[in-house]
């Protein structure tokens, strides 16, 4: 364990981790890469299998045609770890084994190497399967309390994270062990970004010696009731946390005209299905009618019609109306800024999000004055070295230079 961590017993949830120091807001507390990782396969024709970049155009392997590369370069990096699972996605086409499936798979492959190597090298640098998996050849090799495949895919689903981009968009999972032992709280002291697949544990409070470390399994921005229905359904567990037994923020979710609100709510599942579908022109119509509609009944806090203002910018910028995208967009800080009290990246993405806009549109002071909050944000979030941070300096001194080319022109 790493020395700024240990391992303790949590008080009615088993395993924990803790400090084992005093740790500052915005401080790196670990970074590891995964014991295992796969692209998901929502983004697995978007994003390289190998150093989880996205790109334009990607090669294709010519065999299992499901795994793509940035170049040949990734692609000779990859084979060694996808050679075995190869050959397997094959026998399977025109089946896709779910994420969780292919994860464990990659798991067992690791397992069994490293078996066969102790036991003969010759043995584990040949080692390829022609079946499809959980083969009987890899489960032989394991330990008995992994040869259960359907309990190894439990513990995997449980027990992996999601790996996401600067943005935080869905790239891939991963399974990262000493990190599973994190329990969660929907207020939590801790926070996840990634660099590629390698994942950096960030503190977004001061934390002292002894105090747990914890983080969010789950989206937050939810009411009580839904979050805690999602962590029972996925996690099997109720929520006591601080936030859950408080309900502080559902009020607030919930404030305007509960009949005018419904009619926000029942609309999602649809609005959803449209973003769903990529029909972007009939998103932005039906959001933009939604929300004249509500204006006077319904506040900007209101969980809905967020949502339903957030998706408006989704389809605004997909559309190219980028006026209306920066229109809905700020609407959204001020609400956001309630929502994430301490330092939190999806905070920190929708300001620089909106501060791209404002850039783009040439409302340069109110660009830079977006991205300097973003900056606060993602530089305890994301660390000073992250891509992410560079790039919001980069927008920031762009700003600049331009308002002094500005303040010239004008003389």
């Known amino acids: 364990m790493p020395p700024k961590l240990e391992r303790f017993v949590s008080p009615g949830k088993g395993n924990g981790l803790r400090a084992a120091v005093r740790v500052k807001r915005g401080e790196l507390v670990y970074c590891a890469p995964p014991l295992a990782c796969c692209v998901s396969n929502k983004v697995s024709r978007d994003v390289c299998h190998h150093c989880f970049s996205r790109r334009e155009t990607l090669l294709r392997c010519s065999q299992c045609k499901m795994a793509r590369y940035c170049n040949i370069t990734c692609q000779k990096q990859a084979w060694s770890g996808h050679k075995r699972e190869c050959k397997c996605l094959q026998s399977l086409l025109p089946r896709i084994p779910t994420d969780s499936v292919r994860l464990a798979a990659r798991l067992l492959f690791a397992l069994v190497c490293f078996s066969l190597l102790m036991k003969d090298p010759k043995m584990a640098s040949t080692f390829t399967l022609d079946v499809p998996y959980p083969a009987q050849e890899v489960m032989s090799a394991l330990p008995p309390s992994l040869r259960e495949p359907f309990s190894l895919i439990a513990k995997m689903t449980c027990n992996c994270f999601t790996i996401s981009d600067g943005e935080l968009q869905e790239i891939g999972v991963g399974l990262y062990p000493s990190l599973s032992l994190l329990n969660h709280d929907c207020r939590p002291n801790c926070v996840m970004v990634f660099v590629g697949t390698k994942l950096q544990l960030r503190a977004v409070r001061d934390i002292n010696p002894e105090e747990e470390l914890t983080i969010s399994y789950i989206e937050t921005l939810s009411l009580t009731e839904d979050r805690q229905r999602q962590l029972e359904d996925q996690y099997h567990f109720t929520c006591r946390c601080q936030h859950c037994d408080s309900q502080d923020k559902d009020r607030l979710m919930l404030s305007g005209h509960e009949s005018t609100w419904r009619l926000l709510k029942e609309a999602l599942p649809r609005l959803e299905g449209l973003k769903t579908e990529s029909d972007w022109q009939a998103l932005l119509e039906g959001c933009s009618h939604l929300l004249s509609t509500v204006v006077g009944d319904v506040p900007d ?15 605004s910028i997909h559309l190219g109306h980028w006026e ?21 990246p999806v905070h920190g993405v929708q300001l620089m999000r909106v501060g791209k806009l404002q850039h783009y549109l040439e409302h340069i002071e109110d660009a830079l004055d977006t991205f300097k909050q973003a900056y606060q944000i993602i530089k305890l979030t994301h660390g000073d070295d992250h891509p992410m941070t560079s790039d919001l300096r980069i927008k920031m001194e762009e700003c600049r230079s331009e308002m002094v080319q500005q303040s010239s022109s004008s003389h």
């Open 324 to 344: 209306e995208a920066v229109g809905y967009g700020e609407k959204t800080l001020p609400v956001y800024r309630q929502y994430y009290p301490d330092p939190h």
């Open 301 to 315: 806090e209101n969980l809905y019609k967020l949502r339903i203002t957030d998706m408006a910018v989704d389809a």
